[in-house]
């Protein structure tokens, strides 16, 4: 089994909140601080305490003098094209990259870094708490100990997914890249009804937070499909069958969720550049 340490030097690039998640996550899961490399001009100010306080290397621009076991990419798919470049002199024979970056294929990360071991993937920021969900695909430069050591990389932070189509990655993106924020969304919509359906601010609030938290744990839980969960909530002719005639019906969420997946998917699919 491997383990974090075979991941180090790690050099990650870009510790804001993607980057910063899974750094966070790695290190709650045995990740030797002193085996991290952080390039990154302007880390949120969290993360440059996280980085102090642990004895993370940090500098602003990669270092000339230093082969990564892996790299990781986790800046803005606008800003990948520029910094890719000034990574090549960190790859060895051994290194595999990692790119967290929306959008960006395989071939345009090969165009940028150079001729290399690399992984396209897109995780999401509930990594920060180990339970996140990456789907990853690699080039056909990655070695099977690449692969592992990435898999484990990866699955301290969550779960792990390879697929070897990249064109699914797009629909990753919209499903699981962007879901966390649907569902935030979700919370803060139903807060707004619960409002407007004369609750007081704060225990709208309370309730529609506490009622994700609890759903989304109750299925973490449960080994019941979220179908038989919905259903277990749903009495003949009660409360939520009045509210579900709504959310199921034709203008429902389905066609909402559709569009939004869409919409995101067709926007990773621009950010290729
Ligand atoms: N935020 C999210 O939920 C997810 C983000 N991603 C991907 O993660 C990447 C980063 O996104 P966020 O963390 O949200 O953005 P962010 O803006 O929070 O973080 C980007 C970080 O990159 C740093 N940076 C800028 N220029 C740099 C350079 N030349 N060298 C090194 N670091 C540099 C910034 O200072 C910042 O700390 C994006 O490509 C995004 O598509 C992927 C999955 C989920
Ligand atoms: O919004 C974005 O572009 C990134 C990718 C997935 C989540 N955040």
């Known amino acids: ?9 790690l050099v990650l690039v870009g510790a804001g909140k993607m980057g910063g998640a899974m750094l966070a996550g790695w ?3 045995g990740l030797d601080p002193k085996g991290v490399v952080l390039i990154d001009p302007a880390p949120p100010p969290e993360m440059a305490e996280l980085i ?21 990419v986790a800046v803005k798919p606008q800003v990948a094209d520029a910094v890719l470049p000034g990574l090549a002199g960190l790859v060895g024979p051994g290194t595999v990259v990692v790119s967290v970056a929306a959008g960006k294929t395989l071939e345009r990360l090969e165009a940028g870094i150079g001729p ?12 920060q708490v180990g339970r996140g969900i990456t789907v990853a695909v690699a ?44 569902v935030f969304h979700l919370v803060e919509a139903m807060a707004e009804a619960g409002r407007r359906a004369g609750l007081p601010d704060a225990l709208a609030e309370k309730l529609a937070r506490a009622t994700v938290e609890g759903a989304g744990e109750l299925l973490y839980q449960s080994p019941l499909d979220p179908a038989t969960l919905r259903k277990n909530v749903t009495s003949p002719n009660g409360t939520t069958a009045a509210a579900l005639a ?3 019906g034709e203008a429902g969420l389905q066609p909402i969720m559709d569009a939004a997946v869409a919409a995101a998917a067709r926007r990773s699919r621009e950010l290729a550049g």
């Open 116 to 127: 290399a071991a690399i992984v396209r993937s897109m995780p999401n920021t509930p990594a």
């Open 246 to 248: 709504v959310l199921m």
């Open 27 to 29: 290190l709650e899961n």
């Open 52 to 72: 102090a306080g642990r004895g993370m290397t940090h500098v602003t621009a990669p270092p000339s003098d230093l082969k990564a076991a892996v790299i990781v």
């Open 139 to 182: 080039n056909g430069r990655v070695t099977t100990p690449q692969k592992v050591l990435v898999t484990a990389l990866l699955a301290a932070v969550g779960k792990v997914e390879w697929v070897a189509e990249e064109a699914l990655i797009d629909a990753v993106t919209a499903v699981s890249g962007s879901g966390p924020a649907y």
């Open 1 to 9: 089994m491997t383990d974090l340490r075979a991941a180090t030097p």
